[in-house]
């Protein structure tokens, strides 16, 4: 007879929903802010007004040069999740191969990414 813990193991899955589903908000909230800081590089005098002065074009193009590797790290995360659960409701059983092959994956595309960021600077 197995006894329950108080600290009982969830399966990682259980996690991968939770980072999953908080990676979607942030990326969201992200994502608005890199959008506006790029329509304020466009239209400066129009965001700064709207803004009432608090993002000029100085503070939009260092917020847009500066969230582009976080906000493409949490697009990665949250594509790389449902990448993996869309591969298990196909069918596909090993969740060891998978979880390696979906971190090896995320690790290239990760390192592309701040390689790209890095010869920019």
Known sequence: MQRKTRFSKKPLNYYL??????????????????????????????????SSGLI????????????????????LLHIMIEIKFSLMRWGFKNQRLLNVLILLLSFTILALILQIDGARA
Request: glycine share 4%; no cysteine; net charge positive.
């Open 17 to 50: 929903m939770r980072v999953n589903r908080a990676s979607v908000w942030i990326t969201l909230v992200l994502m608005i802010v890199f959008v506006g800081t790029g329509y304020a590089l466009t239209r400066p005098n129009l965001i700064y007004s709207l």
């Open 56 to 75: 000029d074009y100085q503070t939009a193009l260092y917020l847009h040069t500066t969230l582009d590797v976080p906000l493409l790290s949490l697009l």
